[in-house]
């Protein structure tokens, strides 16, 4: 089983999409430089960045996660089983198959799919104390615990509400969908699951102006040619170049002798 590595070829897509980020910002806030070469025309400007990433429920554009995955610092190795077809999304009802909560249904209301990660809501909780001293007595705080996809939660059928495993199959009008593979009953998406931080669906989010219209995105702007764009202006201007260049020549010195090369 393949180990997390690398920078944004290991960042879900479900990830990039929950969060409306562009990937290069994504891939500029998980940069980290682990040696920068010493000043001097005689070094390779060659930076040794961080390949190899640890994750976990923070995010990998925030500060925890940075923190996390310092440089130098040591981490427990973590070996994921590949999941070829993800059929997991928030806003889904599931059963925790492992755990104090064995049995009882909730819904997917956080995922992290690096990690094969669920979490079902007010399910699998631990409690913690926090800010206690001796002038205060803390604060007792529930956390949600992730839990794993392959074995510790499975989706419900809706004909009967019972676990089962799922899989991706395609209608009679080619429409990809989710089917129970135990009875072949057709699992919905659920709406959280078009959730962002910036609109609950893609419907409702209303233009701004700083944004790029729906319909220049369908319109084609740019017809590709062989052409630089200097040739481009200069037709556009109605300008004609007659002009044969110079020659140019290159001289390198070799075995005492120069060796002239035409271009």
């Not at 554009?61 to 923190?67: G, I, S």
């Not at 705080?141 to 899989?167: G, H, I, R, Y």
């Not at 089917?179 to 609950?200: C, H, L």
Request: proline content about 7%.
């Amino acid at each position: 089983m393949p180990r997390v590595t690398s920078l944004v070829r290991c960042v879900a897509d479900m990830t990039k999409k929950s969060s409306n980020l562009p990937e290069s910002y994504i891939k500029r806030a998980m940069q980290q430089v682990e040696w920068n070469p010493p000043k001097g025309v005689q070094y390779r400007p060659i930076s040794l960045r961080k390949k190899k990433f640890t994750f976990s429920v923070d995010r990998p554009w925030t500060q925890e996660f940075r923190q996390q995955n310092m440089p130098g610092r040591q981490r427990k190795k973590i070996f994921i089983e590949p999941i070829a077809e993800w059929t997991f999304f928030k806003g889904d009802r599931v059963e925790i198959l492992a755990g104090p909560d064995k049995g009882k249904h909730g819904l997917v209301n956080y995922i992290v799919q690096e990690r094969n990660w669920v979490m079902v809501e007010g399910l699998n909780c631990t409690y913690e104390m926090m800010g206690k001293s001796k002038n205060y007595p803390g604060m007792m705080m529930k956390k949600e615990n992730p839990l794993l996809v392959t074995n510790q939660v499975a989706l419900l059928d809706p004909s009967d509400n019972k676990p089962t495993q799922a899989e991706w199959r395609y209608t009679e009008s080619g429409e990809r969908v989710r089917v129970s593979a135990r009875t072949g009953r057709i699992i919905p998406m659920p709406k959280q699951a078009e959730e962002t931080p910036d609109y609950k669906t893609k419907s409702t989010y209303p233009e701004q102006d700083k944004d790029t219209k729906e319909k220049e995105l369908t319109q084609i702007t740019f017809e590709p040619s062989h052409r630089t764009f200097e040739m481009d202006i200069m037709e556009k201007m109605g300008i004609k170049e007659d002009r044969v260049p110079r020659k140019t020549f290159w001289y390198s010195v070799r075995h005492r002798s120069f060796d002239f090369k035409e271009f």
